[in-house]
T-cell receptor, first 113, second 116 residues
Framework: DQQVKQNSPSLSVQEGRISILNCDYT??????FLWYKKYPAEGPTFLISISSIKDKNEDGRFTVFLNKSAKHLSLHIVPSQPGDSAVYFCAARYTGTASKLTFGTGTRLQVTL | EAGVAQSPRYKIIEKRQSVAFWCNPISGHATLYWYQQILGQGPKLLIQFQNNGVVDDSQLPKDRFSAERLKGVDSTLKIQPAKLEDSAVYLCASSLGTLMVDTEAFFGQGTRLTVV
């Protein structure tokens, strides 16, 4: 039962353009969403998050949008840079001591020159 | 601030052997997680500790996997005996874990296990 889905395994974008990574979830109890970035041979690193009480959160070149009614979130990277090339994981959790992070399968982003 | 430390970075063992991984979380983080990431998949939670108590081990194959977190700090994850399908990266993560704060989990670099 894949509660967090990233349906695009890969994405290629030109440097300077916008990268849009999508994520869908099925569990309506999720109230906090995170994006992680992972380079080869490294652990995932936190990128940006959003609470379910918001519909947008921005941090520099990275913006996450949340559409609760559609159970959909997206990560926008503007402008994309070659160093952004990595695997991006969407994760979700619900608030509470026993809450756990549930991850999607990841999207590999390649930013080309 | 030091990050999450894991060792070893790489391990190759034969099937039916045993193996252990070690994790030292960020100081002050009450919650510790062990994730298994199989190639091409997202990380899957194996076990979650809150201090030294287990709060979720529903996806831990308890017939072969075990984990402990002594004194609510360091943790070890053991596999005995290993199977070929256990080949994966084992990630340890920690977070503040307080009820009132939505915080992110910080990951270590992981241990890549290859079972041959």
């Amino acid at each position: 039962d894949q509660q967090v889905k990233q349906n695009s395994p890969s994405l290629s974008v030109q440097e300077g353009r916008i990268s849009i990574l999508n994520c869908d979830y099925t569990n309506s109890m999720f109230d906090y969403f995170l994006w992680y970035k992972k380079y080869p041979a490294e652990g995932p690193t936190f990128l940006i998050s959003i609470s379910s009480i918001k519909d947008k959160n921005e941090d520099g070149r990275f913006t996450v949008f949340l559409n609760k009614s559609a159970k959909h979130l997206s990560l926008h990277i503007v402008p994309s840079q070659p160093g952004d090339s990595a695997v991006y994981f969407c994760a979700a959790r619900y608030t509470g001591t026993a809450s756990k992070l549930t991850f999607g399968t990841g999207t590999r982003l390649q930013v080309t020159l | 601030e030091a990050g999450v430390a894991q060792s070893p970075r790489y391990k190759i063992i034969e099937k039916r052997q045993s193996v252990a991984f070690w994790c030292n979380p960020i100081s002050g983080h009450a919650t510790l997680y062990w994730y298994q990431q199989i190639l091409g998949q997202g990380p899957k939670l194996l076990i979650q500790f809150q201090n030294n108590g287990v709060v979720d081990d529903s996806q831990l194959p308890k017939d072969r996997f075990s984990a402990e977190r002594l004194k609510g700090v360091d943790s070890t994850l053991k596999i005995q005996p290993a199977k070929l399908e256990d080949s994966a990266v084992y990630l340890c993560a920690s977070s503040l874990g307080t009820l009132m704060v939505d915080t992110e989990a910080f990951f270590g670099q992981g241990t890549r296990l290859t079972v041959v």
